[in-house]
């Protein structure tokens, strides 16, 4: 049986649940911008929601990389934003000392990929009693993501979550394999798919990573098609001047066009 997810509305509609925004706040106006944008499309769509944005980059390619305005002033952003529009909050933490700081402030703690096996930071994580999303090392199989789980449970909380992001392909890309979707939904747990991360290009020679984001809609469609719970997705106004992970964002503009085919790809699943 798969566990509920604390604050998130409409439930009951049918839908997948949908995590997405900027990958990093980056001002107020931006943040403001992208999320009354895609809640005003999953009140429509009746898509479960929760808003997506790191309040500060650690895992960057060059020292010169954008990294946050500060974590307090972005953390206070993150819970202005859950307070005007009454949407729960994810954002990633880095270390164990991290996560009771940003537990005041948001819904869901998220673990990156690459910290997926830290078990201080899990257990930190879990002991705040928010929901913790696990993401998927790229270096490991989806069976080994039971285990991480089982740090948070041992912990008293059965708030999990775990999401595919892809597993590393050579040095300089990503591929999916969805097989791993319907596994890791074996563990009992909500099973999200990271499409603009599992887009990625890693390792380029610039020091900035790149990606794919005309595969984007066909990720997401292979997504619903094999039974994922969640989806989550980075989009931005403008990802060609995005201070993090522009090269693989969805533009916000078409946004709502991709989610009105999923909802109906999700509808006709629902019915097989």
Known sequence: MIHTIPNIKNTDSGNFFLLAGPCVVES???VFQIAEKIIEITNKLKIPYIFKASYRKA?????????????????LLLKEVKEKFGVPIVTDIHTAEEASLAAEFVDVLQIPAFLC????????????????NIKKGQ?????????AAQ???????????????GTTFGYQDLLIDFRGIPEMKTFGYPVILDITHSLQQPNQT???????PDLIETIAKAGIAVGCDGLFIETHPDPANAKSDGANMLKLDHLENLLT???MLRQTVNKL
């Not at 990389?65 to 953390?75: H, K, V």
């Not at 096996?117 to 913790?132: F, M, N, S």
């Not at 270096?139 to 285990?147: E, I």
């Open 151 to 165: 740090k948070v449970i041992e912990c008293g909380n059965s708030n999990v979550m775990l999401t595919e992001r």
């Open 206 to 212: 610039s020091g900035v990573t790149g990606g794919r």
């Open 139 to 147: 270096f490991l199989a989806p069976g080994a993501m039971q285990f």
């Open 117 to 132: 096996r830290q078990t201080d930071l899990l257990e930190a994580a879990a002991k705040t009693g928010k929901v913790v």
């Open 59 to 75: 895992n960057r390619s060059r020292k010169d990389s954008f990294t946050g305005i500060g974590d307090m002033e972005a953390l």
């Open 261 to 263: 085919k999923l909802v």
């Open 28 to 30: 107020r106006d931006n």
